[in-house]
């Protein structure tokens, strides 16, 4: 009998269907430069046993070496988010700009990997998270016995910072409403603002290939401080005072905040769990997506864990997510 049930040309599971953790079926690997270090960097995707959650292991340090891909555990967030543990021996063991894989794992809905690199950097690739995702999609994603679990916002958490703010708000899908403000000739005034849902649209199509972006007055200042080292036109949107430099132009008409998107996607995905919330920002970044993480685990009459033991009580907007990247199509 057909496991699923099709509705609006969707496949939705059956009633007795639970909705399950997913994993890697198997390693898959790749190499390249990072982005701030601009070090080679070796890395292998793995597969990890039901509630594992996301680990990463650097493996050219000695002895088990593992991070685990927290909020509580970030700690530069300088053009990035860095995680940073403390080892007996090592000192601070770091591992960088985990942001685009991170966006990548969710956008995927994978509850459970280990990630294995030989440097303190993940890889840059192209800029953006289609690179993580074609990885994954290359060896496939397998369902585990156990329930995907969820973080459930039940009230709203809001950080600000100057003009600056981020807040949650409950909401039974997950959507993502955020606007920047650049005053330049080559951004454009209608393209700073995206909303984006996971019921209603594609991140694989609408967000996985936007790349990140820099400006050419601040290359300096990002060089002086040991950052960017890695970058070029071949792995970011770069801007001089007056154009875009890279010969392709665009990927989006609104590629700069859907990139914005893809790193706040990653950022709460260290919650630990896909999140059951409303996501509005206004020019948040890396520093104000973690204190929002934070803020909420620490507000825990704000938030709960939730699974979906069968369609009928799976809200219609995840089931419809879900119906998405499941089976996934391929990048193109």
């Known amino acids: 009998m057909d496991a699923h049930v099709r509705m609006n040309g969707l496949h939705f599971p059956r009633t007795a269907d639970m909705l399950k953790q997913r994993t890697l079926k198997t390693p898959v690997r790749a190499s390249g430069v990072g982005l701030h270090g601009g070090l080679k960097v070796n890395l292998a995707l793995c597969p990890a046993p039901p509630d594992t959650g996301i680990v990463f292991c650097r493996t050219d340090l000695p002895g088990e070496v593992e991070l685990p891909a927290s909020a509580q555990l970030v700690g530069d967030t300088r053009m990035c988010s860095c995680l940073e543990r403390e080892y007996p021996g090592l000192g601070a063991v770091k591992v960088g700009t985990i942001e685009h894989l991170m966006s990548a794992l969710s956008g995927l809905g994978v509850d459970n990997a280990r990630v294995e690199l030989d440097a303190p950097e993940l890889p840059v690739f192209d800029g953006s998270a289609a690179p993580f995702a074609f990885l994954i999609q290359?060896?496939?994603i397998e369902e585990q016995t156990a329930?995907?679990?969820?973080?459930?916002?039940?009230k709203s958490v809001e950080i600000e910072d100057g003009d600056k703010w981020a807040r949650f708000d409950p909401y039974e899908g997950f959507r993502l409403d955020f606007s920047i403000t650049f005053q330049h000739p080559a951004i454009e005034r209608s393209a700073q603002r995206a909303v984006f849902d996971?019921?209603?649209h594609s991140?694989?199509?609408e967000v996985a290939r936007a790349r990140t972006f820099g400006f050419m007055q601040d290359v300096e200042w990002l060089r002086e401080?040991?950052?960017?080292?890695?970058?070029?036109?071949?792995?970011?949107?770069v801007l001089d005072e007056f154009r875009i430099l890279n010969e392709d132009g665009l990927r989006y008409a609104d590629e700069f905040v859907k990139h914005k998107i893809l790193d706040a996607i990653g950022d709460l995905y260290l919650l630990g769990h896909p999140l059951?919330?409303?996501?509005?920002?206004?020019?948040?970044?890396?520093?104000?997506?973690?204190?929002?993480?934070r803020a909420l685990l620490n507000?825990?009459?704000?938030?709960?864990?939730?699974?979906?033991?069968?369609?009928?009580?799976?809200?219609?907007?995840?089931?419809?997510?879900l119906a998405q990247v499941e089976p996934q199509p391929r990048i193109a």
Request: no cysteine; aromatic share 10%.
């Open 225 to 237: 401080n040991g950052l960017a080292m890695g970058g070029g036109l071949d792995n970011a949107i």
């Open 203 to 205: 991140w694989l199509k």
């Open 276 to 293: 059951l919330a409303a996501f509005t920002a206004h020019k948040s970044g890396h520093e104000l997506n973690n204190r929002l993480a």
């Open 138 to 140: 290359s060896v496939g």
């Open 147 to 154: 329930p995907k679990r969820f973080i459930r916002v039940k």
């Open 198 to 200: 996971f019921a209603e």
């Open 299 to 321: 507000r825990r009459d704000a938030w709960e864990l939730a699974t979906f033991p069968t369609a009928e009580s799976t809200p219609e907007r995840l089931s419809r997510w």
